[in-house]
């Protein structure tokens, strides 16, 4: 009996995210439809989700088999003193393989710490053996490609990779 609870649990747990995710698969075209050869008859949008916390997604619509769209979320973008910008999306090798790369940004005024100017923070996305985009981890975690351009605490920042030919020539030069 213990067994089904935990079932049932777990069950409701995973349909409650993935039921979350349908709120992110709607909303306005802010940017796209773009091509993408990364997934094969891949097309990736821009939405307005109208979510106070994560108030713009991107999301992959594949024509299947059966010659209708299945649209996937790739990710969503939060609210980090501002709404999220979306500078750039381009595609590009990363370690030899096809990746979407996206450049975001956010306003950011906290003039009391002597903390304002704009937020960036590269995201890059590789497919997945079920013909989907995914995170790739090494952009992801890279330190390198996130940072402020203006004042933190009130020492000048400088972030280095505020366009895709300068985000390029990073993924080229850490080969």
Same mark, same amino acid.
């Given at each position: ?47 307005? =989700? ?10 992959? *619509?594949?024509?299947? #088999?059966? +010659? %209708?769209?299945? $649209? ?45 100017? =704009? ?10 053996? *079920?013909?989907?985009? #995914?995170? +790739? %981890?090494?952009? $992801? ?10 004042y933190q605490e009130g020492e000048e920042q400088h ?17």
């Amino acid at each position: 009996m213990l067994r089904f609870f935990m079932f049932a649990f777990v069950f409701l747990i995973a349909n409650s995210s993935s039921a979350q995710d349908v709120d992110y698969l709607q909303g306005r075209v802010i940017q796209g439809p773009f091509k993408t050869n990364v997934v094969k008859g891949g097309e990736l949008s821009f939405l307005q =989700t109208g979510n106070a916390e994560f108030p713009v997604s991107l999301v992959l *619509d594949v024509v299947g #088999v059966d +010659n %209708k769209k299945n $649209r996937s979320l790739v990710d969503k973008y939060d609210v980090a003193g501002s709404d999220p910008k979306i500078e750039s999306i381009f595609f590009y090798p990363v370690k030899g393989k096809k990746n979407v790369l996206v450049l975001v940004s956010w306003e950011i005024t906290s003039r009391g710490i002597g903390t304002y100017g =704009t937020l960036y923070q590269v995201y890059g996305y590789e497919k997945s053996a *079920d013909n989907k985009l #995914v995170v +790739n %981890k090494l952009v $992801r975690f890279d330190k390198n490609l996130s940072g402020m351009e203006g004042y933190q605490e009130g020492e000048e920042q400088h972030f280095p990779y505020v366009n895709a030919g300068l985000i390029k020539s990073y993924i080229n030069a850490a080969k």
